[in-house]
């Protein structure tokens, strides 16, 4: 396998991982969200992101070219070999911190799958370019919770400030791949803080080590969970 | 707090040219997550291309109780419909 190509399958797998981590964390929700209207709401974009992950790992399968399909990337693959970035697995302690995840990350999988869907690779920039408006959508709901809840009782907005606190330094990751989305990113999540009367937080820490597979514990818990029934019964269908 | 979220009646417009159909209810913190948990809860299939929601609140409704009075004298009241009136010969378009 070459160099270039072996950059590319890593590309897909860290925008893959980032979709399925995603789809797995909002898939928790469901049941649980403060009301049954946005149970479906969450359920809704988990589907999005686990639609955007299943193409995008099925391609990366192909790539590569190991005989590996979409579910043996998901479900054979240990925390040590995911390529997602830190924030996605992130525990989501309250609904803020699933809130305000839900901003800081689908805001960036917009401009990144933006900038993808105009790129020269054709597969890819399908795939993109319909994740690009599922994303659009996602920031919207991301966006509109945390000014409700920034803005709300102060029991709301004192969990809200701690959810972007705790998540800010983590978005710094996001843009290793593409230091240059990082403005645009800014453009989009400070104007929802000042709406919301949140603190955008300094930058400063900025832990990574998910595009190297250098996990936090809770990706252990997530994968172990996800890949269960797999690993148990493997190729069980519903 | 659920308890605080008021209802909606959603309103969805099939397609361009239809008017907008009453298609359900739900509930929402405000006009703006109505609209939205109305997408999720009812365009889901490409049901619309137009939402409307408006507080349940708002809506004033016709009383069972009033339904004879209300509905019952149109019964026999053939001559609101337009086949009640024979068109007149040479008068196609009428």
């Known amino acids: ?238 | 707090m659920p308890e605080d979220w008021p209802l909606w009646e959603v309103f969805v417009r099939p397609r361009r040219g239809l008017s907008h159909t009453h298609v359900g209810s739900l509930h929402a913190p405000d006009a703006q997550l109505a609209l939205r948990n109305a997408r999720d809860l009812y365009t889901r299939r490409q049901e619309g291309v137009s939402i409307w929601v408006v507080p349940a609140a708002a809506v004033t409704a016709s009383s069972p109780d009033e339904k004879d009075a209300f509905f019952d004298p149109a019964a026999d009241k053939a001559y609101r419909h337009p086949t009640f009136y024979a068109v007149p010969e040479g008068a196609p378009h009428l």
Request: charged share 25%; aromatic share 8%.
């Open chain 1, 1 to 238: 396998m070459t160099a270039g190509s072996s950059t590319g399958f890593d590309r897909l797998l860290a925008l893959g991982d980032d979709a399925l981590v995603m789809a797995q964390r909002l898939g928790g929700w469901c049941t649980r969200a403060p009301e049954m209207e946005e149970d479906v709401a969450l359920a809704n974009i988990a589907l999005d992101q686990l639609g955007a992950a299943r193409l995008l790992l099925g391609y990366a399968g192909e790539v590569e070219g190991a005989g590996r399909d979409e579910d043996a990337l998901a479900f054979l693959r240990t925390d040590r070999e995911y390529r997602n970035a830190l924030l996605a697995e992130l525990p989501d302690a309250d609904f803020a911190v699933l809130v305000v995840k839900l901003l800081f990350f689908c805001a960036f999988q917009r401009l990144r799958y933006a900038t993808l869907a105009a790129g020269p690779d054709e597969r890819l920039a399908a795939i993109a370019a319909k994740a690009v408006k599922e994303s659009a959508y996602h920031v919207d709901h991301g966006a509109q919770w945390t000014v409700r809840l920034g803005d709300g009782t102060d029991e709301s907005h004192t969990r809200t400030q701690a959810a972007v606190d705790e998540l800010w330094p983590y978005t710094h990751e996001l843009f290793d791949d593409e230091p240059g989305l990082r403005p645009a990113w800014l453009s989009t999540v400070e104007p929802v803080l000042a709406e919301a009367t949140l603190d955008r937080p300094a930058d400063g820490w900025a832990p990574r080590g998910g595009r190297d597979g250098q996990h936090t514990e809770a990706l252990s818990y997530l994968l172990a969970e996800m890949q269960v029934l797999h690993r148990a019964h493997p190729g069980a269908r519903w």
